[in-house]
């Protein structure tokens, strides 16, 4: 009985496309969940989040879910048990010793003052929610496709460009405010990443009621704080949190109190996209407008040390100095990949054993398969060099 002989490589091929995680492509697998959440930041809805003795450790108009992780203003490290509609309960994990060692490593940094960071690098920015605003100073808590959430954008743009760095700041609005904003700005996201940036940040503001909350004094002047926020729902969580860390641990140093907390919540936000892709939260919507852009100035001071970009200090004859980074060299993304590339290849694998129903005859139609197309990528090399022999011939 003829055996049919059956291609396995371009299935093979399809599969590693649908299971890799492609910016475009995978644009509605990533985002798919946040239909089901509440629309964020709306001022409609917040969540109170107490401790396992009834202390209250957070408040957050997000979304909360069973499986959401907090790292505290002081470093401490929760897990949500429990969601019943605006109460959330977390179990404390301890310290989180990775931020406390980033910490040190900082501490142990010399960062002279007057240091102006060299043109190197781009830092990308967005906003999913392009209506948030600060009610105290616009009016409003929303105006579509205008609120004051661009002027706190444009403030840290502007900080970073006064230090030397190089800012692609899309102001593409997103409107209307509901689930389906991130399915929206994630195409101004892949399209910043054309740009190739070092990170891509997406701004945003909280919607606490209680201004008290977000308010602090920093070095004599009132501020908002910040909060930074990653998606635990995408492969790049672990560099995605690796980042948030730095940053905290940097700013804590530099700016203590300004960083609210990290929150680690259900979603993907489009972190998908990068290493050091980040969600902020500056202040809340009845907080003013102008202490936001203050504490957002503060924050920008940790991003090019953070990153590694290299700053030039003044009296050492143009040498640099950066604070080193390796988010971009995380292993999660190439983990990622060879996790996925090794499933492909196991169904790969699976199939061409079923197909010849045995493992010879698995065997011996990969080799003849590999054998012929070696044959035929030759093929043409010989037919081109015979051709220039008989001209050589017919020149002789």
């Given at each position: 009985?003829?055996?049919?002989?059956?291609?396995?490589?371009?299935?093979l091929?399809i599969?590693?496309i649908?299971?890799f995680?492609?910016?475009v492509?995978?644009?509605?697998y990533?985002?798919s969940e946040?239909?089901?959440?509440?629309?964020?930041?709306?001022?409609?809805?917040?969540?109170?989040i107490?401790?396992?003795?009834?202390?209250?450790?957070?408040?957050?108009?997000?979304?909360?879910?069973a499986g959401?992780?907090?790292?505290t203003?002081d470093?401490?490290?929760?897990k949500?048990t429990?969601v019943d509609h605006?109460r959330?309960?977390?179990?404390y994990?301890g310290?989180?010793?990775t931020?406390?060692?980033?910490?040190?490593?900082?501490?142990?940094?010399?960062?002279?003052?007057?240091?102006?960071?060299?043109?190197?690098?781009?830092?990308?920015?967005?906003?999913?929610?392009?209506d948030?605003?600060?009610?105290?100073?616009?009016?409003?808590?929303?105006?579509?496709?205008r609120?004051?959430i661009y002027?706190?954008?444009?403030?840290?743009?502007?900080?970073?460009?006064r230090?030397?760095?190089?800012?692609a700041?899309?102001?593409t609005?997103?409107?209307?405010?509901?689930?389906?904003?991130?399915?929206?700005?994630r195409r101004?996201?892949?399209?910043?990443?054309?740009?190739?940036?070092i990170a891509?940040l997406?701004?945003?503001?909280?919607?606490?009621?209680d201004?008290d909350f977000?308010?602090?004094?920093?070095?004599g002047q009132?501020?908002?704080?910040?909060?930074?926020?990653?998606?635990?729902?995408?492969?790049?969580?672990?560099?995605?949190?690796d980042?948030?860390?730095?940053?905290?641990?940097?700013?804590?140093?530099?700016?203590?109190g300004?960083i609210?907390g990290?929150?680690?919540?259900?979603?993907?936000?489009?972190?998908?996209?990068?290493p050091?892709?980040?969600?902020?939260?500056?202040?809340t919507?009845?907080?003013?407008?102008y202490?936001a852009?203050?504490?957002?100035?503060l924050?920008?001071?940790?991003i090019p040390?953070?990153?590694?970009?290299?700053?030039?200090?003044?009296?050492t004859q143009?040498?640099?100095?950066?604070?080193?980074?390796?988010i971009?060299?995380?292993?999660?993304?190439?983990r990622?990949?060879f996790i996925?590339?090794?499933?492909?290849?196991?169904?790969?694998?699976?199939?061409?054993?079923?197909?010849?129903?045995?493992?010879?005859?698995?065997?011996?139609?990969?080799?003849?398969?590999?054998?012929?197309?070696?044959?035929?990528?030759?093929l043409?090399r010989?037919?081109e060099?015979?051709?220039?022999?008989?001209k050589?011939?017919?020149t002789?």
């Amino acid at each position: 009985m003829k055996i049919r002989t059956i291609n396995f490589l371009p299935l093979l091929g399809i599969l590693l496309i649908l299971l890799f995680p492609l910016p475009v492509y995978g644009e509605r697998y990533f985002t798919s969940e946040l239909n089901n959440e509440l629309a964020e930041h709306s001022g409609n809805f917040y969540v109170t989040i107490y401790d396992e003795k009834g202390r209250v450790l957070d408040k957050m108009a997000r979304q909360v879910a069973a499986g959401d992780e907090i790292i505290t203003e002081d470093d401490r490290h929760y897990k949500i048990t429990r969601v019943d509609h605006d109460r959330a309960y977390a179990r404390y994990l301890g310290e989180d010793r990775t931020l406390l060692g980033y910490k040190e490593y900082f501490e142990r940094v010399v960062l002279p003052a007057g240091v102006t960071s060299e043109r190197k690098g781009i830092v990308a920015m967005y906003h999913t929610h392009s209506d948030e605003a600060y009610q105290p100073s616009d009016g409003k808590a929303n105006i579509p496709a205008r609120g004051g959430i661009y002027k706190v954008g444009a403030a840290l743009a502007d900080k970073l460009s006064r230090m030397g760095v190089k800012v692609a700041y899309d102001r593409t609005p997103h409107d209307p405010h509901d689930a389906n904003a991130y399915h929206r700005s994630r195409r101004t996201a892949v399209r910043l990443m054309k740009k190739r940036p070092i990170a891509i940040l997406d701004v945003h503001r909280d919607a606490v009621p209680d201004p008290d909350f977000y308010e602090k004094n920093i070095q004599g002047q009132k501020v908002t704080k910040i909060r930074l926020v990653v998606g635990r729902q995408n492969p790049q969580m672990a560099a995605n949190l690796d980042f948030a860390r730095k940053m905290k641990a940097y700013v804590d140093k530099t700016h203590p109190g300004l960083i609210k907390g990290i929150y680690i919540g259900k979603g993907n936000y489009n972190q998908d996209l990068m290493p050091t892709a980040l969600l902020i939260e500056v202040g809340t919507h009845t907080n003013k407008r102008y202490e936001a852009e203050k504490g957002v100035r503060l924050f920008a001071d940790a991003i090019p040390k953070v990153l590694g970009v290299a700053t030039s200090i003044p009296g050492t004859q143009g040498t640099t100095q950066g604070v080193r980074s390796d988010i971009a060299k995380s292993p999660g993304a190439w983990r990622n990949f060879f996790i996925v590339l090794i499933a492909a290849l196991i169904l790969g694998g699976a199939f061409l054993l079923i197909s010849t129903g045995s493992i010879s005859g698995a065997r011996e139609r990969l080799g003849s398969f590999i054998s012929r197309e070696v044959t035929s990528s030759m093929l043409p090399r010989r037919k081109e060099k015979t051709k220039k022999e008989q001209k050589d011939e017919e020149t002789k």
